[in-house]
């Protein structure tokens, strides 16, 4: 179990920091500290055993649970004993250089006085939790487990999750044509409501089949509207209706009432041919289902419903037009599916010699496409005979007692996973099913809870992309989401049959819930063995009160606020119940005040405050909590300053203060949390904070910052104040924001201070704004051949756009009011003065893909007077995918390689000039939502 070898890692670390005598200090309990750990060792090694026991004898899940307990309690204790310790040292320091003697004299009676308190409190809670242990530890004996020794497994470092996403259907080519015939022919319905239920058990691929019948080119041809909603359980009409009304209109409605609700979907559906989608419907009370329909029956006789069901009584009680029931997929297609995810990247002598394994393999799954998935993802790392037998002999395929059939391909990826990734796919239990899952959050939940280490030089954050990484290729994950103009995957989901499974697993650990309504929400009695809790805040509901009385062991609360609810949450009163807390999430719940009592949170990682408008200020205490390495205060506008005792926080390594626009400086001290990774935004005083603020020299010491943006760089006058920040230095940067306001020097030389910027190139993300020099193009610009994503904004002085064609890996370009460019021509593509050097061909912008011009006033010609370089041709952005073009008034014309690209998405807004003036609003009525829990 994954809890106690995270315990001997505390152990460890402890043991690691202090002397022996320290540990024999505990009001003497040494010999219990060395008994705990001896009696975890030993359980340990048959934890393997006893995990693969623990789904067909309920009394070793049973033992498990209790030996889960007390490592949980384990790990508080030793949380609370390194915390300490850690004070201490912090205390120390301050003492070292504050030659004050009232100070002094209050630091040599905390370290003479305080320690001896704090440890015998330490001491009588590990005598108590040795008791438990060595009671558990005895009880091992009588299950006879053996124990294995597998070591660490090593997994094969991911390079992409887009082969995951198959959107090839194997198998349902039937199923689709004749759900697409129903959808387009007017015919094949006489009812008022045409509705088809695609009806089959779990993993069988019914969304799938709908989402590929939803995204038919003819289909989205036909129908005025789509939309999609994800209903799950329970089913709740008015959640649903609001989900259709804000699909239908982009805006989140702020109405309480179903009936209005009702009335508002009938004007906007009135007469139109629209397409539903409703996914994963569960309500077999048919009463549910008539409140709902009275608002979809004033649309075109051709619109249609289509909903997905495993239960075929549901499709009876919501009145079926045609029921289409998905049974399992032929053995033939089962094949297709497995051999194009397990055999890709082996070669065709390697593949051969798994075929005949590999069909048996198939065999088992039993035509379940989600199964077949499975391990195909998990066979694909593994390359011999003997890791493939290994799968097939497998014993867990002859588990009777496991309720789904699919969850016997998922135990044999889940048992593959090394430890670590065990951790942080379960984690995941504590999401409702459909939930969209912000990625980059997920991994800094995992690092709060140490489900994440730094190795082999390679950075937590780093590692964490990775695991999730591997997690997606094995198929735990799907439904990933990117925006157009960002370089990484934004979001994703969890298969309804995986989300299940995680839950078999977790059985009690993670608990989530949906508050509605005025009422008092009774929490579940098994809410106080829960550790990880997200709560869904409906409009008009507030936070259950019911947990402020609680004796809760939560680990994790996220709260989620859905429609800018007001929760009226009393975060004094719930501090008092989460002493145990690694992390805390309280994005967009209209907090008002952070109390001082916030420094009781000791174990606290991870703390989000993010979209909170109306917090002024962060307490003092804050800053004790030494343990903090997440600090998420992105968008709290009213926020003034930071606290004075940041340097205090010395595990911190992401600083997330975007959109902070009311912070004017940063504070003094800052500079020694050297651990910083992330620094969204760092604020450069204008002078007058004097010894209050940090100055910009501070960044020298965040030698391994990931992320930095900068606002105020215009204050700036001395290049060599920028050189002195060594960015060239920092070769972990990925993303670099620059802001160049503040300058009140006319005479400001722009191009120099940009030139001594230079980052190293390795940069992936550069953001320039406000820059007010004449000219753009510093020397380091060219060498930045791993940069995806360039944006310069409000670039007010520039008359000619930089040589960004000599950017290989450019994939995303954003310019926006540089309204001084009258002309767009060869100096673009970055090869003016190469046409006599060169025979060869040449691309410039080889691998972009979208491109934004925005508000460019003065803009009149786009063109390129060469198509040769020397005897070669010239290619131009053969890659592009997207061109928006927005407020250029001046434009009169593209260049000629755009308007012969046919499959080019071109997109112009307020350019009356243009003689190809088109805006694309086809999608426009095409609205997709996913209705969250």
Not at 301 to 315: C, D, F, G, N, Q
Request: glycine fraction near 4%.
């Amino acid at each position: 179990m994954e809890m106690t070898k995270m315990v001997l890692e505390q152990f460890a670390s402890i043991t690691r920091q202090q002397a022996e005598e320290w540990i024999r200090l505990i009001a003497g309990a040494g010999h219990e500290v060395e008994r705990l750990q001896s009696n975890l060792l030993s359980i340990q090694a048959v934890l393997d055993d006893a995990e693969n026991r623990q789904v067909k004898e309920n009394a070793v899940s049973v033992w498990l649970a209790k030996l889960k307990d007390v490592s949980y309690d384990i790990d508080d204790v030793l949380d609370e004993w390194n915390t300490k310790l850690q004070k201490l040292k912090i205390k120390k320091a301050e003492a070292a250089f504050n030659p004050l003697k009232k100070v002094c004299s209050f630091i040599l009676h905390y370290l003479g006085c305080r320690p001896l308190v704090m440890l015998y409190d330490i001491g009588v809670k590990i005598k108590d939790l040795d008791r438990k242990l060595d009671i558990i530890a005895k009880e091992k004996e009588t299950f006879n487990f053996r124990s294995m020794t597998n070591g660490n497994k090593e997994i094969e470092r991911p390079t992409t999750i887009s082969v995951v996403d198959l959107t090839h259907v194997y198998g349902r080519e039937d199923d689709k044509n004749i759900i697409v015939d129903l959808l387009l022919n007017q015919s094949s319905c006489t009812q008022d409501l045409c509705i088809i239920s695609i009806v089959g058990m779990g993993g069988i691929g019914k969304t799938t089949l709908a989402k590929v019948a939803f995204n038919d080119d003819k289909v989205s041809t036909h129908f005025e509207i789509k939309i999609w909603v994800c209903v799950s359980e329970p089913f709740d009409e008015l959640r649903i209706a609001k989900a259709i009304l804000e699909s239908l209109t982009n805006n989140a409605p702020n109405l309480h009432e179903l009936e209005t609700v009702v009335q508002n979907i009938r004007q906007v559906l009135d007469k139109k041919k629209f397409l539903l989608i409703l996914d994963d419907v569960w309500t077999e009370n048919p009463k549910n289902w008539e409140n709902l329909k009275s608002s979809l029956t004033c649309g075109s006789p051709e619109s249609r419903i289509v909903v997905t069901t495993r239960k075929e009584e549901v499709a009876n009680v919501i009145g079926t037009t045609k029921i289409i029931s998905l049974g399992t997929l032929l053995e033939d297609k089962c094949w297709l599916l497995f051999s194009g995810i397990a055999f890709f990247g082996k070669t065709i002598e390697e593949s051969n010699e798994l075929v005949e394994i590999g069909r048996k393999i198939v065999q088992k799954c039993k035509g379940l496409p989600l199964a077949v998935k499975t391990l195909a993802s998990l066979l694909r790392y593994k390359r011999t005979v003997d890791e493939w037998e290994n799968i097939l002999q497998s014993e867990i395929w002859e588990i009777k007692e496991v309720k789904q059939e699919v969850f016997r391909p998922l135990l044999l990826s889940y048992y593959d996973l090394p430890c670590t990734l065990k951790k942080c796919f379960l984690y995941c239990a504590i999401f409702p099913k459909d939930y969209e899952i912000d990625i980059e959050k997920l991994i800094w939940l995992w690092m709060a809870h140490g489900y994440v280490k730094s190795m082999s030089n390679r950075d937590m954050k780093l590692v964490g992309d990775e695991y999730f990484e591997t997690l997606a290729m094995r198929s735990f994950f799907q439904d990933f989401e990117e925006e157009p103009t960002e370089i990484r995957i934004r979001s994703c989901k969890m298969h309804d049959m995986v989300h299940d499974f995680a839950q078999f697993l977790t059985q009690n650990e993670c608990y989530a819930m949906e508050v509605a309504g005025v009422g008092e929400l009774e929490l579940d009695s098994t809410y106080d063995r829960v550790r990880h809790s997200l709560i869904m805040i409906q409009e008009e509901a507030s936070f259950p009160s019911s947990i402020y009385t609680r004796n809760t062991f939560l680990r994790s609360l996220v709260v989620d606020c859905n429609y800018n609810t007001n929760p009226k949450i009393v975060l004094s009163k719930l501090i008092d119940q989460l002493a145990y807390l690694r992390s805390l999430s309280l994005n967009n719940c209209s907090i008002e005040e952070i109390p001082v009592e916030i420094k009781g949170l000791i174990h606290l990682r991870y703390l989000d405050l993010s979209q909170n408008h109306k917090i002024k200020k962060l307490p003092e205490t804050l800053c004790e909590l030494h343990n903090l390495q997440t600090l998420d205060i992105s968008g709290c506008i009213a926020l003034r300053n930071l606290p004075r005792g940041m340097g205090n926080l010395i595990n911190m390594r992401h600083l997330l203060n975007r959109a902070t626009i009311s912070i004017s400086y940063m504070p003094q001290g800052l500079e020694r949390l050297t651990g910083l990774r992330t620094l969204r935004l760092f604020v450069m005083s204008d002078g007058s904070y004097g010894s209050k603020a940090c100055s910009i020299e501070c960044l020298r010491n965040f030698k391994g910052l990931q992320c930095l943006s900068i606002r105020g760089f215009g204050k700036l006058t001395d290049a060599a104040k920028v050189k002195g920040i060594e960015l060239i230095n920092k070769k972990n940067l990925r993303d670099l924001g620059v802001n160049f306001q503040g300058s009140k020097n006319e005479g400001q030389d722009y191009e120099e201070l940009l030139e001594a910027l230079q980052p190293p190139p390795n940069l992936m993300t550069l953001f320039l704004v406000n820059y007010k020099g004449n000219t753009m193009f510093p020397n380091w610009m060219v060498s930045l051949n791993k940069l995806r994503k360039l944006s310069l904004l409000n670039c007010v002085n520039c008359e000619h756009l930089p040589p960004l064609g000599k950017l290989s890996s450019l994939e995303i370009l954003i310019i926006w009011g540089m309204k001084r460019v009258k002309r767009v021509g060869n100096e673009f593509l970055g090869i003016e003065n190469d046409t006599k050097s060169a025979s060869s061909s040449v691309i410039a912008f080889p691998n972009l893909k979208y491109l934004w011009f925005y508000y460019m006033e003065d803009w009149e010609e786009w063109n390129y007077d060469i198509t040769k370089r020397g005897d070669g041709d010239i290619t131009v952005m053969l890659s592009l995918k997207t061109l928006e073009i927005s407020g250029c008034l001046k434009l009169r014309s593209l260049p000629s390689h755009l308007r012969q690209m046919s499959t080019l998405k071109k997109e112009f807004y307020n350019c009356p000039l243009l003689d190809e003036q088109r805006t694309d609003n086809s999608s426009s009525s095409s609205a997709s939502h996913q209705l969250q829990q």
